[in-house]
């Protein structure tokens, strides 16, 4: 009886580490989930970080920094009580994504005929990866795209809304006060950027371009 004691409480122990690693994986599903319910019904994630590391409890608090990136390999804190362990999973989530139909050379201004959809891996994508073919039509190329290559951000630009030397009008508000006033655009900017402006009696002015092309002050 003795000889088999120490096989038992193997086994035990084995039972022990299979629940909460089971548990602490469920955990860490429902916590990606909820942050991303869009993808959701096809996210999973894989916990990487060995037993000796989980945190003690067993409802852990999980938070992430707020620079983390949604899916691949992330780190997470896992928080009990005053007691913080850091585990590494891999987020993994399918869905479609924009790539190139036909060869696109810099400087194109891309239509829906350029993009298409397809469906993969979305956590083993480049950073900014377009998912949305709105996000890409009417913007230009700043470099070529292969065909079947994925589309990323970094890759496009938006038009120019004002460009160096254009005419624009700058509109400048604040509490009980409001004023116009025409002046020439010292740079390219698109809406929301930022873009310096020579008003008509020399001053330099600073705005942000809005839809209409206007340039607009807050005081």
């Not at 909820?34 to 894989?46: I, L, T």
């Not at 949604?70 to 928080?79: F, K, T, Y």
Request: aromatic share 6%.
């Amino acid at each position: 009886m003795r000889s088999a004691t120490p096989l038992l409480v193997g086994l035990f122990g084995l039972f022990s580490l299979q629940t909460p690693a089971a548990d602490l994986t469920a955990q860490l599903n429902q916590f990606f989930k909820a942050r991303d319910a869009q993808h959701a019904d096809s996210m999973q994630v894989v916990l990487r970080t060995p037993a000796a590391q989980w945190p003690p409890c067993e409802t852990p608090h999980f938070s992430l920094p707020g620079n983390s990136r949604p899916w691949g390999n992330i780190s997470v804190a896992a928080n009990c009580g005053q007691q913080r362990r850091y585990l590494q999973v891999q987020v993994q989530v399918s869905g479609q994504y924009v790539v190139a139909a036909r060869q696109v050379t810099r400087g194109t201004t891309l239509a829906s005929a350029d993009l298409q959809l397809m469906r993969g891996r979305l956590d083993t994508l480049p950073a900014r990866a377009v998912l949305n073919p709105q996000q890409a039509i009417d913007a230009i190329s700043v470099r070529d795209i292969p065909p079947g290559q994925a589309v990323t951000l970094s890759m496009v630009r938006q038009p120019w809304r004002v460009k160096a030397g254009q005419n624009v009008m700058v509109i400048a508000q604040g509490e009980g006060f409001n004023a116009s006033g025409e002046g020439r655009a010292l740079n390219n900017a698109v809406v929301a950027q930022s873009v310096r402006v020579r008003m008509g009696n020399g001053q330099i002015v600073n705005g942000k371009v809005a839809a209409d092309g206007n340039v607009l002050i807050t005081l």
